[in-house]
């Protein structure tokens, strides 16, 4: 069954919505995989660990916008290509795209590995529980790898106006983080630790799942494990595709970082009014990327 979309056809608004709405609640979905450590972890291992855990959402919620602002970037290229019909170059961003993917990944991954306990401590997280947070961090970080192919993958399939396979895979996901919280966590007592590994295993999840769509799709965008490689001319479009939605994510994440933290360490009532503010920062988010995107599917016709 073709779950793409046509943006070159048809009433625009009906196509828009369509495509919207999938992305909305998939980036309800990633944002969700911190609070739902959270409440696990506050619920098993006490206050100390529900605050050593929630400390750590700004700088979660910071990678996963990031790398939703670089998928974008990845998206907006490959959509220009593919409403030019241009396969080559489609071939060319779309094994840019999982270069890059890996590359960020292992960047960020071993910037976290050795920088949590600094970055945690900038962002005034109480000495009392820093340790636990920076375990918790060190853990998650070591998920990057799989957590930019995820975007990046997501990025492409809606590049080609199929925004409803990421957000199965992400619901998918989320039942495999809660199950996998809940073994490692309330049965074996693995605390933390427990609480990091079942988000590094949903997000493996994730990209597998992601990456073996493109790998056996018969369409255009189909990826080719062997041909990941650099494009240079196509990845400085990406990055520069890229700068804009992401230089939106970070001011919004610098701007609310001290406020959120009060917030999650102060009131037992922090996951209703998190999602509250998220639905307005996600809202601009995703209103961003869907004009970028309608704008790429019909750049040709220009």
């Known amino acids: ?141 070591l998920g990057m790898i799989p957590g930019a192919i995820y975007n990046i993958g997501s990025g492409i399939l809606r590049a080609v106006g199929d925004s409803k396979r990421p957000l199965y895979y992400l619901i998918i996901c989320s039942i495999v983080n809660v199950v996998f919280d809940f073994v490692l966590v309330v049965i074996l007592h693995k605390g933390i630790a427990g609480a990091a590994i079942a988000t590094f295993i949903a997000q493996t999840v994730c990209a597998i799942l992601v990456t073996l769509q493109l790998m056996f799709s018969k369409d255009v965008y189909q990826l080719t494990l062997s041909k990941i490689k650099f494009h240079l001319h196509v990845l400085k479009k990406i990055v520069i595709k890229s700068n804009c939605p992401v230089r939106v994510i970070l001011a919004n994440r610098r701007r609310n970082i001290k406020t959120i933290w009060q917030l999650y360490i102060n009131c037992n009532i922090f996951v209703c009014i998190k999602l509250l503010r998220k639905i307005f920062l996600i809202g601009r988010i995703i209103q961003n990327v869907v004009i970028q995107m309608l704008l790429g599917f019909n750049y040709i016709c220009a």
């Not at 608004?13 to 972890?41: A, C, E, H, M, R």
């Not at 490959?78 to 019909?85: K, L, N, S």
């Open 1 to 141: 069954m073709n779950k793409t979309q046509d943006f070159t056809k048809g009433v625009i608004w009906k196509q828009l919505l369509f495509f919207f709405f999938p992305i909305l609640i998939g980036s309800f979905f990633q944002q969700l995989y911190n609070t739902v450590d959270t409440i696990i972890v506050g619920q098993a291992c006490g206050t100390n660990a529900l605050a050593a855990v929630g400390s750590t959402g700004n700088l979660t919620n910071l990678v996963v916008n990031f790398y939703v602002g670089l998928s974008t970037g990845a998206s907006v290229v490959i959509a220009q290509y593919y409403g030019a019909h241009n396969k080559d170059k489609i071939h060319q961003a779309v094994h840019t795209s999982y270069m890059l993917a890996i590359v960020s990944g292992i960047i960020m991954m071993l910037f976290g590995l050795f920088f949590s306990y600094q970055c945690l401590d900038a962002i005034g997280v109480p000495h009392d529980i820093l340790n636990d947070a920076s375990l918790y961090m060190k853990l998650y970080f």
